[in-house]
């Protein structure tokens, strides 16, 4: 029944889908900056700075003042002090300097909370992305036995103008990682109206004996924007829908040999800038959890997460959390 390829393909999810979307939205949220910051762009004048010439209080002679032609008055009442606007011999026309208007910068999270748990979405690494993770689950089906994975991956190619290419190494046993394990490959790209899809297969290639077998899927990934700025509660929800065989089916379709399909899908909802709210129907059951971005300047992402609720799979509600970590290369 598959008791690693759950928490396999969480790993898978962790490290890579949490560069996309960041990156997606610098690109929009710094070209509206921009526009705020055009009068940044203004240059100081490159004359000497000029002084500014006042009469000393000490000095001061109100009827020299008066007389005085390099004096223009600023009041119309007889015998107020004035000041002077033009210089005296030596002195530099006084010119008002240029200040660059100085506008705060947003700092922006390096990475955004992925947008599913177990299920893929239609996003995917890409060309300078590469990532590590590692999975637990307090026990897998039908044991009472702890387990956990390593992941390894990186992208190619470029989802927007073309398609993109995920590759990952799954590593089945962290006690022994190079004993058994899983290549996973995905095919993505960048649609109109904020979605994006993906094809892909779960165990294209593997050694030793994992758990699983080989699933492929499609899956479909649409954003609704419901404010601007990503910063406010509720600003973003994510669908992801999708097909796919292998651990994907039914238990009862596995159990019996039953080569069919599955669907599954995930809602996720950007609570907060750092934190996603997700729930999704793997296939085989229930799993609801939260993915979230505990550091603004480091690009890790923490996914716990509780799976097998309604009992239609497994034996009984399990926890499984991933963290995963994403750098450039």
Known sequence: MFPQTTICLLFSLVCFNILWFDKTAYARDNSESTKLFLSRSAIALKKKKPKTSFSS??????????????????????????????????????????????????????????????????????????????????RARLTNKADGVIGLGFGLGN???????????????????????????????????????????????????????????????????????????????????????????????IENGIETVGVFGSIAVRAIESVNIITEWTGQDLTIGASFVPFRNLPLVIVPAVTDITGQAGDGVRFILGVGYSFSY
Do not use: C, M
């Open 159 to 253: 989802p927007q103008t073309n398609v993109g290419l995920q590759l990952g190494v799954t590593l089945v046993d962290a006690s022994d990682p190079l004993q058994d394990g899983l290549v996973n490959i995905k095919l993505h790209r960048r649609l109109p109206y904020d979605s994006s899809i993906a094809f892909g297969v779960q165990g294209l290639l593997d050694w030793g004996e994992p758990d699983g077998g080989s699933s492929v899927y499609g899956s479909l990934t649409k954003r609704f924007i419901l404010k601007p700025d990503r910063s406010q509660s509720f600003s973003e929800i994510y669908t992801s829908v999708g097909v796919g065989g292998g651990q994907f089916r039914s238990e009862f379709d």
């Open 57 to 138: 209080p000490s000095t001061i002679n109100i009827a020299d003042n008066l007389s005085d032609p390099a004096v223009e008055p600023t009041s119309s009442i007889p015998g107020s002090p004035s000041l002077r606007r033009t210089p005296l011999e030596g002195e530099l026309q006084f010119e008002p300097e240029r200040i660059p208007l100085q506008i705060p910068q947003r700092q922006y999270y390096r990475a955004s909370p992925s947008v599913t748990i177990i299920n893929p979405s239609g996003y995917g690494a890409f060309w300078g992305v590469a990532g590590i993770g590692v999975g637990l689950q307090d």
